[in-house]
Nanobody
Framework: QVQLVESGGGLVQAGGSLRLSCAAS????????MGWFRQAPGKEREFVAL????????YYAASVKGRFTISRAISKNTVNLQMSSLKPEDTAVYYC?????????????????WGQGTQVTVSS
């Protein structure tokens, strides 16, 4: 079984920063990409950012581009999301996910494994 465990969420004022981490453990699997998604109350889960695990190339949602940075540490089997200039509309539960395929990676259904989520709350 594969486990993804997020950490680093919390409460921050608008304009502040947070760093989320996601640690993968369990059985070895070949991942094409790791992604971050978020889900606010009453809304659908939405794509935030992804990173190609081997190449390190990244892609961001327009709403976070320039404010968030995704990175990975292959030796530590972790993926991080550095969030800066946070806004109240960034408030959500943030989920880490791993995809073994390469198709439609902005869609939640493209991902095979998910973490339990970590709450990020940005106060105005």
């Amino acid at each position: 079984q594969v486990q993804l465990v997020e950490s680093g969420g919390g409460l921050v004022q608008a304009g502040g920063s947070l760093r989320l981490s996601c640690a993968a453990s369990g059985r070895t699997f070949t991942r094409y990409a790791m992604g971050w998604f978020r889900q606010a109350p009453g809304k659908e889960r939405e794509f935030v950012a992804l990173i190609n695990w081997s190449a390190g190339s990244t892609y961001y949602a327009a709403s976070v581009k320039g404010r968030f940075t995704i990175s990975r540490a292959i030796s530590k089997n972790t993926v991080n999301l550095q969030m800066s200039s946070l806004k109240p509309e960034d408030t959500a539960v943030y989920y880490c996910a791993a995809a073994t395929g390469s198709i439609n990676l902005v869609r939640p259904d493209a991902y095979d494994y998910w973490g339990q989520g970590t709450q990020v709350t940005v106060s105005s």
